[in-house]
């Protein structure tokens, strides 16, 4: 496993129950600010146990993909207290977490 992924991996694990992350946030928090897509790949198929990718969210609050099961990312979602609506998840500004935190040393790929 990459330092990238096990860095991205780690990050999306820190994300609270009923709050939710961007594709970007995390890219961030990994040392790759614009790694989003990268970020993508990996909660795509992600198979690691205790990682909640479904509260890695596209930006402005879209729901991404889930591997095309974005029926089972709302619910994930819903169960935690996080509403959702069609596409995105509402009061996005409110959900959204970012750690306060020194972010890791960028990664030289």
């Not at 992350?21 to 198929?45: C, E, F, K, Q």
């Not at 998840?89 to 030289?108: E, I, M, N, Q, Y």
Request: aromatic fraction near 6%; hydrophobic fraction near 40%; charge should be positive.
């Amino acid at each position: 496993m990459s330092v990238f992924r096990r860095r991205v991996i780690a990050a999306v694990r820190r994300i609270p129950p009923g709050r939710v992350a961007t594709y970007g946030d995390i890219a961030d928090l990994a040392g790759r600010p614009r790694a989003s897509r990268a970020v993508g790949n990996i909660m795509r198929g992600c198979s690691e146990p205790g990682t909640p990718c479904h509260r890695v969210i596209g930006a402005g609050g879209a729901l991404g993909g889930y591997g095309g099961y974005l029926q089972v990312k709302r619910e994930l979602l819903r169960a935690e207290g996080v509403e959702v609506g069609v596409a995105r998840v509402r009061g996005f500004d409110r959900l959204r977490w970012r750690p306060k935190t020194t972010r890791p040393a960028p990664l030289h790929v």
